[in-house]
């Protein structure tokens, strides 16, 4: 298993523990809207509870509903945001 997948599982699970959700975590697709009636369904509360998991999870925090809006999509969207943030988080090189 690569180091990507082993991070969508470790959201999926996140999801299925933190939000208490009904579906299993091998059922959530990688794209699959998180939020609306053709996804999981997830609310705004579910967004707010998401947020505070993943900081706790992955210690990646999401700043404002404007980020939020776009990396709290799905389980793909999720994934690419921990990533950015974790390399963004690197020393920048020290300016000559």
Same mark, same amino acid.
């Given at each position: 298993?690569? $180091?990507?997948? $082993?991070?969508?599982?470790?959201?999926?699970?996140?999801?299925?523990?933190?939000?208490?959700?009904?579906?299993?975590?091998?059922q959530?697709?990688?794209?699959?809207p998180?939020? !609306?009636?053709? !996804?999981?369904?997830?609310?705004?509360?579910?967004?707010?509870?998401?947020a505070?998991?993943m900081?706790k999870?992955?210690?990646?925090?999401?700043p404002n509903?404007?980020?939020?809006?776009?990396?709290?999509?799905?389980?793909?969207?999720?994934? $690419?945001?921990?990533?950015?943030?974790?390399?963004?988080?690197?020393?920048?090189?020290?300016?000559?």
């Open positions: 298993m690569s $180091d990507s997948d $082993d991070l969508r599982r470790r959201i999926k699970e996140m999801l299925v523990k933190n939000l208490m959700l009904q579906t299993p975590a091998e959530i697709g990688d794209d699959l998180l939020f !609306g009636p053709n !996804g999981l369904g997830l609310d705004s509360i579910d967004a707010l509870e998401l505070v998991s900081e999870t992955f210690g990646v925090g999401v509903a404007e980020i939020a809006t776009k990396a709290l999509r799905s389980v793909n969207t999720i994934h $690419d945001y921990i990533l950015e943030k974790r390399g963004s988080t690197a020393e920048p090189a020290p300016s000559v």
